[in-house]
């Protein structure tokens, strides 16, 4: 039965520093290099091997499945990179201590930025030391300025339903290493979450979730590969 494996890019270094990242290219941490790598592990000992990967045009999402597919024996297997599985942008607050910006803003507004499922962040100025808009990564894209959970899931699901499930429906076990909000997206989809659910459930680093597929459908619920 072919399966789809979600993983979480292992801790980033803007992770640790409790700051919004979005679409701004960090490093993953040495525990982040540790997470990536028990991943492997962990599909390896399961016997979960993937035979085609996808990953977003981030490097600690890059780096996560790297490690983690080298680790699992399968460093080899063909692998595609699009910027629609980058993390949502997360518009004026990119680079912003999270705390401080709780201090400043509050808790309340804060948590309606983060979380809010159609409620965007301030948008991020053109020319701000954090805009991506000339990085040649995204050359001829139209790079959002802020972006919703809402608005991040209307770029990914197209790309999963024209590039990824037809791999799936084909026979071959995908992975997917990507962020937490590009993976949320699939996750509502898949598990029919409602908009207000799904602003509550949390994407852990480095953990890969399981999904079974029959033909275009998952089968049962999504589940940890460490719980198999």
Avoid at 36 to 62: C, D, M, N, W
Avoid at 128 to 149: A, F, H
Avoid at 163 to 180: M, N, Q, R, W, Y
Avoid at 218 to 224: S, T, W
Wanted: hydrophobic share 35%; aromatic share 8%; proline share 7%.
């Amino acid at each position: 039965m072919p399966k789809l494996i979600l993983v979480r890019h292992g801790q980033s270094e803007w992770n640790l520093a409790n700051r919004f990242t979005g679409w701004w290219d960090v490093d993953v941490t040495e525990k982040g290099v540790e997470e990536a790598k028990e991943a492997g592990r962990l599909l390896k000992e399961k016997g979960v091997f993937p035979t085609l990967a996808f990953t977003s045009v981030q490097k600690r999402a890059i780096k996560t499945l790297h490690l983690a597919l080298e680790y699992c024996d399968r460093l080899w297997i063909p692998e595609t990179k699009d910027w629609r599985l980058n993390e949502r942008h997360y518009g004026g607050l990119t680079g912003l201590n999270k705390q401080e910006t709780r201090d400043r803003h509050g808790d309340e507004q804060v948590h309606i930025w983060r979380r809010s499922f159609d409620v965007p962040p301030p948008p991020m100025d053109k020319g701000d030391e954090y805009d991506p808009g000339n990085d040649p990564r995204y050359e001829g894209i139209d790079v959002p300025q802020t972006e919703s959970l809402k608005l991040t899931i209307e770029r990914v699901l197209p790309y999963w339903e024209s590039d990824i499930l037809p791999k799936l429906v084909a026979g071959e076990t995908v992975i997917i290493s990507a962020h937490g909000n590009s993976l949320r997206a699939l996750v509502k989809h898949l598990s029919n979450i409602s908009d207000d659910e799904i602003t509550g459930l949390e994407i852990p680093t480095g953990q890969p979730i399981i999904y079974e597929f029959e033909g275009s459908a998952p089968v049962g619920e999504r589940y940890y590969l460490k719980d198999a």
